[in-house]
């Protein structure tokens, strides 16, 4: 007999059927969003490791600052009090005690690599202990930090790689976790729309009102379901404030969704640290370099041709002086809007580390869109001049071509910087056929220069100083000469910056003193002995005791000596305090301080306020034209005025006919150098008396150039 079931019957089934499925939905939603903050959690465990690692890698860059403020403080004999030594050791400890990456079998070993964060444990632990030893070495005797360096140097490079290999790891992990939550998450939104499409099929016979009260917000919450994989916002998932089952289905969905977002959020984030600078959010070196080698591989198919700008904000170590790290951060970041508001949007924008940026242009018409890009980057740039930081910036520029395609074409832009620098700054260099030539002539005179002096080829000439007046030698400048066995006499300018450059000045400057001294220690008591020294060798350390200790071996007065700066010594960051005390040291021992080439600085009364100088030298520049040229003449007279007024000497340097020597004396100059009084030769070619009896006659024709 069939068993006939009223339609309130099958109702009933029916939706006690539908309470039963919606239960096991809502528990598998439930389910789904436990497992989603689970994922997330592990996620946000990878994330907050990788901040770890970046936190632990900025105290270690604040320990390395400060301890190597400590060593040079050491190493130039400053006083350092023992508090100082005592934080700073304290400082060490605590990098080392803090030092907070997950510990083996802790609760990141199941995501994360042990291995890589073992080694950058133990890198952070060498690195605290060479920390620790180059105190001491510092401490205890500082003429001994320079040897104790290359351990500390190899720990600290240990400890960088080893945070960059953990932090790559950690990345890692993240990218493998957010495709298995990616592939988790799939498969749970396909349960979740199974269970669904079942009630549906339920709901599809049942009465209006089963499907107004049930089917209805069940097909709504599919809908919202279904747009979880959008990256736009979905709409709101309906049913959230009702008090039954499918409320709390449509709060557990909304807590999965909440939690995807989350995801979603953490792997974008993760993405963008990989590949861009955190400070100014511009693409960092790894993108940089992997954009350039795309653009080079495109531009070989389409005929573009791809500009590589090399940018270094100039005088950075000034303003990070002057505002701080604070306000180095904000110049690095004003400097990031500027160059990211020239380019077009296709251009890349890149900062490499410190001060250095770097642009990627690709175009059909070079060098003209790379000028046309220049034009607007120095135009921003001077925009920047009634601003709290007036950026200014050396710029070199390399376009690919096909002679250049085996080599790095940014390494070629590097090089133009470095002239554009070599320039004055604040100008822009392209790389060319003779540049590279030029590089690699100025590499091999540097080859050549290290063994000048132990081949003979360096030579010192002597160039007189006399009274104006009287036209009376007062002295002689020693000025160095190079004959190269091949090329023949090389000029000063040319092969001095390239020993400054290679780090050569400090032991040909040695040289010189030694030279010049023990000449001078066989003229006259009354004849002085005048040398120039470069603002390179004021950032090695008792500059001025070592001039007193050859002085002292040659057996020459310091009173007869004289020392020569450019305005550029005195202007040299944050070595500016240690020139002016070595100056002074010289100045108190009884030598002349001479600023040399006064007027072709940018702060030359300023460095007359903050140093009592001794002597002005007027440059060349301005006296040779100054008979034709009024304003060069207005700025000897007032030169010459201003030293007066200061009680100093001045001397007229280039000083080569009778007119201009007439001039000077009608305006009260005191001393004159140039082809008029004589030529730079070797003083020790006369006999005594023949030299120095024209000393005595007061004669320009009898200055050392008549011979």
Same mark, same amino acid.
């Given at each position: 007999m069939t068993v006939r079931l009223s339609i309130a019957t099958r109702v009933s089934l029916a939706c006690s059927g539908v309470l039963i499925l919606s239960l096991l939905l809502l528990a598998m939603g439930l389910a789904v969003g436990k497992g989603i903050r689970d994922a997330n959690g592990r996620v946000e465990t990878l994330s907050h490791i990788l901040g770890q690692i970046g936190d632990h890698g900025a105290a270690q860059a604040r320990l390395r600052l400060a301890v190597g403020d400590l060593t040079r403080a050491a190493e130039a004999g400053k006083t350092v009090p023992a508090a100082r030594w005592e934080r700073l050791s304290r400082k060490i400890d605590a990098f080392e005690q803090e030092y907070i990456l997950p510990p083996a079998g802790g609760p990141a070993s199941s995501v994360v690599s042990e291995g890589a964060l073992g080694r950058a444990r133990f890198a952070a632990q060498r690195f605290a202990a060479n920390c620790r030893r180059l105190l001491a070495t510092a401490r205890s005797n500082s003429s001994a930090v320079k040897s104790a360096m290359p351990p500390f140097l190899a720990s600290l490079k240990a400890t960088e790689q080893a945070n960059l290999e953990a932090s790559a790891a950690v990345t890692r992990q993240i990218a493998e976790t957010? #495709?298995?939550?990616?592939?988790d998450s799939d498969r749970d939104i396909y349960s979740v729309l199974a269970g669904g499409l079942v009630i549906v099929t339920i709901f599809f016979w049942m009465t209006v009102w089963l499907r107004s009260q049930l089917l209805a917000p069940i097909e709504n919450i599919a809908t919202s379901l279904r747009e979880f994989d959008n990256e736009k916002a979905p709409a709101a998932i309906p049913g959230l404030a009702r008090a039954d089952e499918l409320g709390d289905l449509a709060r557990g969905l909304a807590e999965y969704r909440a939690a995807v977002d989350?995801?979603? /959020?953490?792997? %974008?984030?993760?993405a963008f640290l990989a590949h861009h600078d955190t400070l100014t959010g511009l693409a960092n070196r790894l993108l940089f370099e992997d954009r350039l080698a795309h653009e080079l591989v495109r531009a070989r198919r389409s005929g573009d041709r791809v500009a590589v700008f090399a940018i270094d904000v100039d005088n950075f170590k000034a303003i990070n002086d002057r505002l701080g790290h604070a306000g180095g951060d904000r110049a690095l970041r004003r400097m990031a809007d500027l160059l990211a508001g020239s380019v077009r949007s296709d251009d890349l924008v890149a900062r490499l580390g410190g001060d250095e940026f770097a642009i990627i242009q690709v175009a059909p018409s070079q060098p003209a869109a790379a000028e046309a890009l220049v034009s607007r980057l120095f135009?921003?740039?001077? &925009?920047?001049?009634?601003?709290? +930081?007036? @950026?200014?910036? /050396? +710029?070199? +520029?390399?376009?690919?071509h096909s002679e250049w395609e085996g080599e790095n074409l940014y390494d070629l832009a590097d090089l133009a910087l470095y002239r554009a620098k070599s320039a004055g700054r604040n100008t822009v260099r392209f790389f060319d056929a003779s540049l590279k030539e030029q590089e690699s002539m100025r590499v091999q005179l540097a080859r050549d220069l290290e063994q000048a002096l132990a081949a003979n080829e360096l030579h010192l000439v002597?160039?007189?100083?006399?009274?104006? *007046?009287? $036209?009376?030698i007062r002295g002689f400048e020693a000025l160095l000469r190079w004959k190269h066995p091949l090329l023949g006499e090389i000029p000063p300018d040319r092969f001095i910056p390239i020993a400054e450059s290679a780090g050569l000045i400090d032991g040909i400057g040695a040289w010189v003193a030694e030279q010049a001294m023990a000449a001078a220690a066989l003229w006259p008591e009354d004849i002085a002995l005048?040398?120039? $020294?470069?603002?390179?060798?004021?950032? %090695?350390? *008792? $500059?001025a005791a070592q001039l007193l200790r050859i002085a002292q071996e040659s057996n020459l007065a310091f009173a007869r000596l004289e020392f020569e700066v450019t305005e550029s010594a005195t202007l040299l960051g944050f070595h500016r305090e240690e020139v002016l005390l070595a100056l002074r040291s010289l100045q108190q021992a009884g030598a002349r301080i001479v600023m040399d080439d006064f007027g072709t600085g940018h702060s030359s009364l300023s460095n007359l306020k903050d140093f009592t100088f001794d002597? $002005?030298? +007027?440059? %060349? /520049?301005?006296? *040779?034209?100054?008979?034709?040229?009024?304003?060069? &003449? /207005?700025?000897?007279?007032?030169?010459?005025? @201003? *030293? #007066?007024? @200061?009680g100093l000497t001045i001397v007229a340097e280039g000083v080569e006919d009778h007119a201009q020597l007439a001039q000077l004396r009608e305006w009260g100059c005191d001393q004159v150098q140039g082809f008029l009084v004589g030529r730079p030769e070797d003083v020790h070619g006369f006999a005594p008396d023949q030299a120095w009896s024209c000393v005595r006659a007061k004669s320009v024709t009898c200055a050392p150039d008549a011979g």
């Open positions: 957010a #495709k298995q939550n990616a592939r989350e995801r979603r /959020s953490a792997e %974008r984030r993760a135009t921003a740039m001077r &925009a920047t001049v009634s601003e709290e +930081i007036a @950026l200014r910036a /050396s +710029i070199g +520029i390399a376009i690919s002597y160039q007189p100083i006399s009274d104006t *007046g009287s $036209l009376e005048s040398l120039n $020294l470069s603002p390179i060798q004021f950032r %090695r350390p *008792g $500059l002597k $002005l030298k +007027i440059d %060349r /520049s301005f006296v *040779g034209v100054m008979c034709d040229h009024a304003p060069s &003449a /207005s700025i000897v007279r007032a030169t010459i005025g @201003l *030293g #007066k007024s @200061l």
